[in-house]
C-alpha cells in the first residue's frame, strides 16, 4: 500500500528539527487542498504531508473510488493490476463493466464461445436455459423409470420365465430309453394316460397268447381275441 501526498499547511507551528525544517506536526484531520501560505516564527512555507488513503480510494482526498478493483489500486492514479468480475479497464479504476457478450474478471470470458448466445450475469458467465436439452432429458428419465417398473411387475406376478426344453424318459422293464422331447399326450391327465396304456398292453398280450397258440398247435387257427 503506497503512500498518498497532499499538499497541507498548518498554523501549529513547533521547533522540530532533523533533517528537514518542519514547521508543524499535521493529523489526518488537518489535511486542506487549499492553498494558503503562513507566516511563522521559524518559516514561511508550504507543506507536504505523507498520508495513506483507506482500501479501495485514490485521489488527492482518496475521494475517488476503485471498488471494483480485484485489489487496492494506486493511490495517485487509480490503476490496477486486474478487475473483479463483470468489470474491466483496470487501468482506469475498473470503472466500466462488461458489455454484450463478455463476462469475467477484466471481462475476458466470451459469452459466444461458451454459450452459443449472451451469458444470462456478467460475473460467472451463466448460459441461459436450454428448454429442449431439458425436456429431452425428462421424458427419457420418465420412459426409464416406466420400462422398470415394467419389468419389476412382470417378475413379481412370474410372467417371465426362462424356456427350456424338458425332457422325459421312458422307462421299459428297468431299463431306460433315451430321452424324448415331450409330445401333447404327455400334457393330457394322467388317468387318460393309465387308460391307454393299460388298453395297449392287453392288446399286446392277447396278439402275443394267439401267436404262441397258433404255434403250439402247427396252423393258423383263429385268434383268441
Known sequence: MGLHVHEYFCDKCIL???????CCQP????????????TTNIVTQPMKVSMVCPPYTWGTNCDQSCINCSDHCDQDLGICKHCKPGHKYPFSSCTQECDTYEFGRDCEGRCLRKCGTDCLERKQGICPVN???????????????TALRIIFDLHRVGKVKSIKVKLKVKVDQGRPFKPALLSPVFFQRPS?????????RKQDLLQELNARKISSLGGTGDSLA
Open 192 to 200: 387318460e394316460l393309465d387308460k391307454k396304456h393299460s388298453t395297449g
Open 131 to 145: 428448454i429442449w436439452y431439458y425436456t429431452f432429458i425428462f421424458v427419457m428419465g420418465l420412459f426409464m423409470l
Open 27 to 38: 493529523t489526518a484531520a488537518d489535511v486542506s487542498t487549499t492553498t494558503t501560505t503562513i
Open 16 to 22: 522540530f528539527f532533523v533533517l528537514f525544517l518542519v
